[in-house]
């Protein structure tokens, strides 16, 4: 992966782990910034560890989104 400020190397037996997780973080960020747009959730809701109700609601949102 590169930057303009720099290069970091994903050993191989890292790549499927590190590609899983930043494909998650990627769609959990997509949800927030809808939900945040939507006035669902607060940014205090969404920028911390997401509470049983919104882990439900993005579990949802990801099975009707695929």
């Not at 939507?38 to 949102?61: L, V």
Request: charged residues 25%; proline residues 5%.
């Amino acid at each position: 992966v590169g930057t303009p400020t720099g290069v970091i190397f994903i050993p191989a037996h890292l790549a499927q782990e590190v590609v899983e997780s930043s494909e998650d973080v990627r769609v959990r960020d997509t949800f927030g910034k809808l939900r945040l747009s939507q006035s669902r959730y607060t940014p205090g809701e969404i920028d911390r560890a997401w509470s049983a109700e919104i882990e439900a609601d993005f579990q949802a949102w990801k099975s009707s989104n695929k």
